[in-house]
C-alpha cells in the first residue's frame, strides 16, 4: 500500500531577532500565504518567546502556526529565566525546537537534554521540532553520518510519531555562512535520517514524519533543495525574517 507523502512545512526561526514591530513580518506573511500556497505547503514561524502571545494573536485564521524556539524539561518549578513547554502552549504554540545546534553549542545540551525537551513538548501537546546536523570539522573528518545517527537515537523519545516530531537536518557549518551542502549530500543525510525514523517511530508511520532542511536557506536555491528526496520543508533563519524571502522560498513549491 503507497503511502502519501507528507504535507511540506517551511519553518522561519526567528532567532534573538524581533520586537513588537516585527508583528508585521508576520501580516505581510500572512498577505501572501495565498490558497494556492496553502495547498502546497504549511507555513510556521519561531519568533523570540517574547513574541509568541502577541503573533498567535495575530495569526488567528490565516493558518500560520507559531512555535517556540525552545522550553525546558520540566512543566514548572525554580528555574528562573526558563519557559515550560506547557507556558508556550499556554501562549498559542503548535511548534517547538529542540537540540537547535546554537543550544547545543552555546548551552552544552546534549541528546538526553534534546529528547528531555521533546518528550516536555509532547506532554503538552506541542510538536517537537528536533534539530540534528554536523560541524565543519566532524564533515571533513567523514563523521557526518555518525554524528547525525548518534544524534537521532539520543534526541527522539519512544512516544514519537508523525503528528508530534519534525526532524530538521541542520549542517551547523551551514548555518549562517552562506554555504550549503550539495544537493547529494543533503540526498545522502535525509535518506539515513528516513531509515533511522523507520527504527526509532516504526515503519508504518515514519515515511509521514517530515525531514527539513535547514542551513543557508534562501529563495535562490530553495528549489534545488525542496525538491532532494526526502525533503519535506525547510528551517528557515535569516530569510524568515523578511517576508518576501520566506515565502519565496515557500513559494518553491509551486512549482
Not at 61 to 89: F, N, P, V, W
Not at 100 to 125: F, I, L, M
Not at 169 to 180: D, S
Not at 213 to 227: F, I, Q, T
Given at each position: 500500500?503507497?503511502?502519501?507523502?507528507?504535507?511540506?512545512?517551511?519553518?522561519?526561526?526567528?532567532?534573538?531577532?524581533?520586537?513588537?514591530?516585527?508583528?508585521?513580518?508576520?501580516?505581510?506573511?500572512?498577505?501572501?500565504?495565498?490558497?494556492?500556497?496553502?495547498?502546497?505547503?504549511?507555513?510556521?514561524?519561531?519568533?523570540?518567546?517574547?513574541?509568541?502571545?502577541?503573533?498567535?494573536?495575530?495569526?488567528?485564521?490565516?493558518?500560520?502556526?507559531?512555535?517556540?524556539?525552545?522550553?525546558?524539561?520540566?512543566?514548572?518549578?525554580?528555574?528562573?529565566?526558563?519557559?515550560?513547554?506547557?507556558?508556550?502552549?499556554?501562549?498559542?504554540?503548535?511548534?517547538?525546537?529542540?537540540?537547535?545546534?546554537?543550544?547545543?553549542?552555546?548551552?552544552?545540551?546534549?541528546?538526553?537534554?534534546?529528547?528531555?525537551?521533546?518528550?516536555?513538548?509532547?506532554?503538552?501537546?506541542?510538536?517537537?521540532?528536533?534539530?540534528?546536523?554536523?560541524?565543519?570539522?566532524?564533515?571533513?573528518?567523514?563523521?557526518?553520518?555518525?554524528?547525525?545517527?548518534?544524534?537521532?537515537?539520543?534526541?527522539?523519545?519512544?512516544?514519537?510519531?508523525?503528528?508530534n516530531l519534525v526532524v530538521a537536518?541542520?549542517?551547523?557549518?551551514?548555518?549562517?555562512?552562506?554555504?550549503?551542502p550539495t544537493a547529494a549530500d543533503?540526498?545522502?543525510?535525509?535518506?539515513?535520517?528516513?531509515?533511522?525514523?523507520?527504527?526509532?517511530?516504526?515503519?508504518?508511520?515514519?515515511?509521514?514524519?517530515?525531514?527539513?532542511?535547514?542551513?543557508?536557506?534562501?529563495?535562490?536555491?530553495?528549489?534545488?533543495?525542496?525538491?532532494?528526496?526526502?525533503?519535506?520543508?525547510?528551517?528557515?533563519?535569516?530569510?524568515?525574517?523578511?517576508?518576501?524571502?520566506?515565502?519565496?522560498?515557500?513559494?518553491?513549491?509551486?512549482?
Open positions: 500500500m503507497s503511502v502519501d507523502r507528507p504535507r511540506p512545512l517551511v519553518a522561519g526561526n526567528w532567532k534573538m531577532n524581533g520586537l513588537k514591530s516585527s508583528a508585521n513580518v508576520l501580516e505581510e506573511i500572512h498577505a501572501g500565504y495565498t490558497p494556492g500556497l496553502k495547498a502546497k505547503v504549511e507555513l510556521a514561524v519561531c519568533p523570540p518567546a517574547t513574541l509568541i502571545g502577541l503573533l498567535a494573536k495575530r495569526a488567528i485564521g490565516s493558518r500560520i502556526a507559531i512555535g517556540g524556539q525552545d522550553c525546558h524539561a520540566k512543566e514548572s518549578g525554580a528555574y528562573t529565566g526558563d519557559l515550560s513547554a506547557e507556558m508556550l502552549a499556554d501562549a498559542g504554540a503548535t511548534y517547538v525546537l529542540a537540540g537547535h545546534s546554537e543550544r547545543r553549542q552555546y548551552h552544552k545540551e546534549k541528546d538526553v537534554d534534546v529528547c528531555a525537551k521533546a518528550v516536555a513538548a509532547h506532554r503538552a501537546g506541542l510538536t517537537a521540532i528536533v534539530c540534528v546536523g554536523e560541524t565543519r570539522e566532524e564533515r571533513e573528518s567523514g563523521k557526518t553520518l555518525g554524528v547525525v545517527r548518534k544524534q537521532l537515537r539520543g534526541s527522539i523519545p519512544v512516544d514519537s510519531n508523525s503528528h537536518y541542520e549542517p551547523v557549518w551551514a548555518i549562517g555562512t552562506g554555504l550549503t543533503v540526498a545522502e543525510v535525509h535518506a539515513l535520517i528516513r531509515d533511522e525514523l523507520r527504527r526509532l517511530v516504526g515503519k508504518a508511520d515514519s515515511a509521514r514524519v517530515r525531514i527539513l532542511y535547514g542551513g543557508s536557506v534562501k529563495p535562490s536555491n530553495a528549489a534545488e533543495l525542496m525538491a532532494v528526496e526526502n525533503v519535506n520543508g525547510a528551517l528557515v533563519g535569516g530569510a524568515s525574517l523578511v517576508a518576501a524571502d520566506f515565502l519565496a522560498i515557500a513559494g518553491a513549491y509551486l512549482g
